[in-house]
């Protein structure tokens, strides 16, 4: 499986941004998620959603970010709402041939290349 993120750019703090993923190669009943990673942070959980649609989001992005999927078109995308400057970091999707949602890196198996989000004050 192959993961291609797009999406990111430079913001204000307020702004909204949407995030996609597009990826090749099978992803039915996986679980697809996002992740990010801050300059000198880990890589953190931001969101997942499983091939049913359960979805689960890290505490800092709850009622601001909404992940969605189309099975349909092998995508997944990640509506980033009320940016905050923390949320500046690089933007990852990933894809786990799991059943359950896992906010662990190693859980995934399949990484896209990541995607720039810079939110300014």
């Known amino acids: 499986v192959q993961l291609q993120a797009s999406g990111g750019g430079l913001v204000q703090a307020g702004d909204s941004l949407k995030l996609s993923c597009a990826a090749s190669?099978?992803?039915?009943?996986?679980?697809m998620g996002w992740f990010r990673q801050a300059p000198g942070k880990e890589r953190e959980f931001v969101a997942a959603i499983s091939w049913v649609g359960g979805r689960d989001y890290a505490e800092p992005v709850k009622g601001r970010f909404n992940i969605s999927r189309d099975n349909a078109k092998n995508s997944v995308h990640l509506q980033m709402n009320n940016l905050k400057p923390e949320d500046t970091a690089v933007y990852y999707c990933a894809v786990d041939y799991g059943i359950r949602i896992s906010h662990r890196p190693t859980s995934y198996n399949y990484w896209g290349q990541g995607t720039l989000v810079t939110v300014s004050s």
């Open positions: 190669g099978r992803t039915s009943r996986t679980v």
